[in-house]
């Protein structure tokens, strides 16, 4: 079972970057499409960005312009730049493989810890 590991968060002012890192074990990372999900508190958990296994990127509305997904295959890694940051993307910070004929991306590996993002002055 491949397992995930997220890192990179922090507590950030407002405009500020912060760089997540998603690290997966096991060596067929790269066949998987790659999804960086957050979940706030009182809230579900949503899709922010998402790379198939071929690079295509795609961003949630709310991020567009400010968050960038990529990923290194060869390090079986995926990656969440965020700039511009903004108090209401304070979440917990999730990345999960998915299948990309699902379109409500629904991860279908086991969940990391995840990696708290807080945006605060």
């Known amino acids: 079972q491949v397992q995930l590991v997220e890192s990179g968060g922090g507590l950030v002012q407002p405009g500020g970057s912060l760089r997540l890192s998603c690290a997966a074990s096991g060596s067929i990372f790269s066949i998987y499409a790659m999804g960086w999900y957050r979940q706030a508190p009182g809230k579900q958990r949503e899709l922010v960005a998402a790379i198939t296994s071929g690079g295509t990127t795609n961003t949630a509305d709310s991020v567009k312009g400010r968050f960038t997904i990529s990923r290194d295959n060869a390090k079986n890694t995926a990656y969440l730049r965020m700039n511009s940051l903004k108090p209401e993307d304070t979440a917990a910070y999730y990345c999960?493989?998915?299948?990309?004929?699902?379109?409500?991306?629904?991860?279908?590996?086991?969940w990391g810890q995840g990696t708290q993002v807080t945006v605060s002055s």
């Open positions: 999960n493989a998915f299948r990309p004929e699902d379109s409500h991306y629904r991860g279908i590996l086991a």
